[in-house]
T-cell receptor, first 114, second 107 residues
Framework: DTEVTQTPKHLVMGMTNKKSLKCEQH?????MYWYKQKAKKPPELMFV???????INESVPSRFSPECPNSSLLNLHLHALQPEDSALYLC?????????????FGPGTRLTVL | AQRVTQPEKLLSVFKGAPVELKCNYS??????LFWYVQYSRQRLQLLLR??SRESIKGFTADLNKGETSFHLKKPFAQEEDSAMYYC?????????FGTGTRLTVIP
């Protein structure tokens, strides 16, 4: 399996809801990433997990809470989001967290916050 | 601070014509640069990276440290090259993307 999968593909939620985004890879990669991409903008890094430990949190609001249950799974828990959080959320993985490693991207979850 | 600039949001060329997508960067350290591509309805994927000095799908990119550039070139554009292209720089444990250039190859 050489793909990064993400579920759900689409998610609509209210500002008081709690939801989770899921990401999975079975390539044996030890680094996993969450990016946020607004329309017509480039992806922006949110979190990096390296060997199941959070190594980078790019000053993301606490209403976004990442979790890495094991080396193949990455979750993003959402709570009390704002409409401006509506975006495409991309998951990626790489062999390790080094810059020279290619990052493999998932198809994304398109999130709409009402 | 690191920054990646892609001056052209849109670029159209005719099939068979040469194409060059511009990328300039700003980074105080030794940069690691990449080109990522997103074809219609497909996921973002790596096209090439500067350390490999390889040609992928006929595309090449040379790192010019003097001009702080990493332009993507192809001598003869094909229709299947139509896509969104992002230049990206790895620095400070982060992959920074440029704003992207949408390339359209006209048949």
């Amino acid at each position: 399996d050489t793909e990064v999968t993400q579920t759900p593909k689409h998610l609509v939620m209210g500002m008081t809801n709690k939801k989770s985004l899921k990401c999975e890879q079975h390539m044996g990669h030890r680094a996993m990433y969450w990016y946020k991409q607004k329309a017509k903008k480039p992806p922006e890094l949110m979190f990096v997990y390296s060997y199941e430990k959070l190594s980078i949190n790019e000053s993301v609001p606490s209403r976004f809470s990442p979790e890495c249950p094991n080396s193949s799974l990455l979750n993003l828990h959402l709570h009390a989001l704002q409409p401006e959080d509506s975006a495409l959320y991309l998951c990626a993985s790489s062999q390790e967290g080094r810059g020279t490693n290619e990052q493999f991207f998932g198809p994304g979850t398109r999130l709409t916050v009402l | 601070a690191q920054r990646v600039t892609q001056p052209e949001k849109l670029l159209s060329v005719f099939k068979g014509a040469p194409v060059e997508l511009k990328c300039n960067y700003s980074y105080s350290g030794s940069p690691e640069l990449f080109w990522y591509v997103q074809y219609s309805r497909q996921r973002l994927q790596l096209l090439l990276r500067h350390i490999s000095r390889e040609s992928i799908k006929g595309f090449t990119a040379d790192l010019n440290k003097g001009e702080t550039s990493f332009h993507l070139k192809k001598p003869f554009a094909q229709e299947e090259d139509s896509a969104m292209y992002y230049c990206a720089l790895y620095g400070a444990n982060n992959l920074f993307f440029g704003t992207g250039t949408r390339l359209t190859v006209i048949p």
